[in-house]
């Protein structure tokens, strides 16, 4: 399988160019806003509207232009197995092992030393980024 | 420090008064005539540029998965051959759907396909893998579909992305950005069910199977159709016939098949059909909550669940579907704890449907829909 995507990137010069254009644009036009103030007393909110408009917008490119942190979503997640007693009902938990499968076979209960087998497996759920989205969701 | 001078440097530039505003008043005003003329070249290459993000990120999954598809091969095969190429000629395999033009038994079409494509990936498998068992086999198939899923999902943005710039496009560009957090929410979850089938977990998925499992175990079962079994229980006086795929492999079986051959066995006389499977959650609705519904819960192609209507229709039996929601990023990844923790609250409503509607002695059938990887029975 080769590589093909060779043309992917250019695009962020570009993006760069204008949005430092739009900087320096907004700052000489707010320094030489500044500076009629200074001697007249009159302040042009136009040009001080445009300027800060203008960095905001160059501050919305950037902020797209970031990237995200790399989530491939390889990563193994916490597994876990519970082994049940068929007789007593005792339960026991433990991470996950190559091979476990529902319904296997486990070593003898340790409470009453009747038949086990392994009774459910399941990922754990990260418990703290659940909790603080569903409080600040109102519905 | 740099701050400073940059700031001294616009003061003496702007202390050379009008000039310099009027150069600024001109320079502003062509940068706005510019932004009227090529503003959308601007949003477009913005949006491009996010899209290239997206992309990199595909190909990033895309090469992982391949990776790992040919490590565990190569660790289970105990012959020293490379399956590189194999592999990379099972990530290139193309499905081609059977001619609709003329609907007529297009299902039996669809069924041989599906048939011979299933065939032919394991066929694969055990050439790579002439010592693999009929679960390893099984796993190893579903790795290769994983796998097969993230090269073709990172081919077709690829090629709406080289479209959109080549053509400039901006419909086609926004389209593919607007579909892209959905179409990489699918590559992750492809990703995960890549190390949920290497180490046999069970997945989201397989939620149906499970309780069929919970249902049967301790019973002798038998195949009645492939890799599908079939177990007789007793609830509440009534004869269940639960039905799953044959665990712990990753398979899904012939379901249809397998309650059709039940049906037709029974001339019928079956009370009621209740189906068990996992179904999407809409947003705001959570994984794991239990609905039902009427009809037939069983996804994919539509062969089982054309198969199941046609048999039931025919005897007029009763369809009760138990569906458990999940979201697209359980699906197929390792079974998550509020899924596995909803087998309980089926339990107790499949109890209470067959006492509500059916009597003592009654025959009813329960299929547990899904793919079966990690679950035995």
């Known amino acids: ?139 | 420090m740099i701050i400073q001078s940059l700031f001294d440097a616009l003061q003496g530039f702007a202390s050379q008064n009008n000039i310099v505003g009027l150069i600024v008043q001109i320079l502003w005003l062509a940068f706005f005539v510019l932004y009227m003329l090529y503003g959308q070249r601007l949003q477009v290459k913005i949006m491009l540029k996010e899209i290239e993000g997206s992309l990199f990120r595909l190909k990033l999954i895309r090469d992982r998965g391949r990776e790992i598809v040919i490590n565990t091969i190569k660790k289970m095969s105990k012959e020293n051959n490379d399956p590189t190429e194999r592999i990379d000629r099972i990530l290139e395999h193309i499905y081609i759907p059977p001619v609709s033009l003329d609907p007529s038994g297009i299902i039996k079409r669809l069924e041989h396909l599906i048939d011979v494509r299933d065939f032919r990936l394991k066929d694969e498998v055990k050439l790579m893998v002439p010592n693999a068992d009929e679960a390893q086999t099984n796993n190893l198939a579903n790795m290769l579909e994983a796998a097969l899923a993230l090269n073709q999902i990172y081919k077709v943005v690829r090629h709406f992305y080289l479209l959109g710039k080549k053509t400039s496009n901006f419909y086609i560009i926004l389209q593919l950005q607007m579909i892209l957090p959905q179409v990489m929410k699918e590559s992750q979850a492809f990703a995960s069910a890549l190390t949920a089938f290497k180490t046999g977990q069970p997945i989201g998925d397989g939620i149906g199977p499970l309780i069929a499992a919970r249902l049967m175990h301790g019973t002798k079962e038998y195949e009645i159709a492939k890799d599908t079994i079939v177990s007789e229980v007793s609830i509440d006086g009534r004869i269940v016939y639960v039905l799953k795929a044959k665990g712990p492999g990753g398979n899904v079986g012939k379901p249809g098949e397998a309650i059709r051959q039940l049906l037709e066995e029974k001339e019928g006389r079956v009370s009621r059909i209740i189906v068990i499977d996992a179904a999407q959650k809409l947003e705001g609705e959570k994984p794991g909550e239990v609905v039902e519904g009427t009809g037939v819960a069983i996804g994919g192609p539509g062969v089982d669940k054309y198969k199941v209507e046609e048999v039931a229709t025919k005897y007029k039996v009763p369809l009760n579907a138990i569906l458990i929601k999940e979201g697209i990023e359980d699906v197929v990844s390792t079974m998550k704890k509020e899924i596995a923790n909803s087998v309980e609250e089926v339990i107790k409503r499949i109890k209470r449907i067959i006492h509500e509607t059916t009597k003592e002695g009654d025959q009813i059938i329960i299929a547990g829909i899904g793919n079966t990887i990690g679950i035995a029975q």
């Open chain 1, 1 to 139: 399988m080769k590589s093909s995507s060779g043309k992917i990137r250019r695009s962020s010069f570009y993006l760069i160019s204008i949005t430092a254009v739009l900087i320096i644009l907004s700052l000489v036009t707010i320094t030489q806003t500044l500076k009629t103030y200074k001697d007249t007393g009159y302040i042009d909110f136009l040009a001080l509207t445009l300027s800060a408009s203008a960095i905001a917008f160059s501050v919305y490119m950037v902020l797209q232009m970031r990237e995200s942190p790399l989530k491939l979503g390889f990563e193994q997640p916490k597994v876990s197995t519970v082994i049940r007693c068929s007789k007593c009902g005792f339960e026991t938990t433990r991470e996950f092992k190559e091979g476990d499968y529902i319904l296997k076979e486990s070593e003898p209960c340790p409470q009453c030393k009747g038949p086990t087998f392994i009774y459910i497996i399941f990922r754990e759920t990260e418990e703290k980024r659940k909790k603080k989205k569903e409080s600040s969701s109102p519905i």
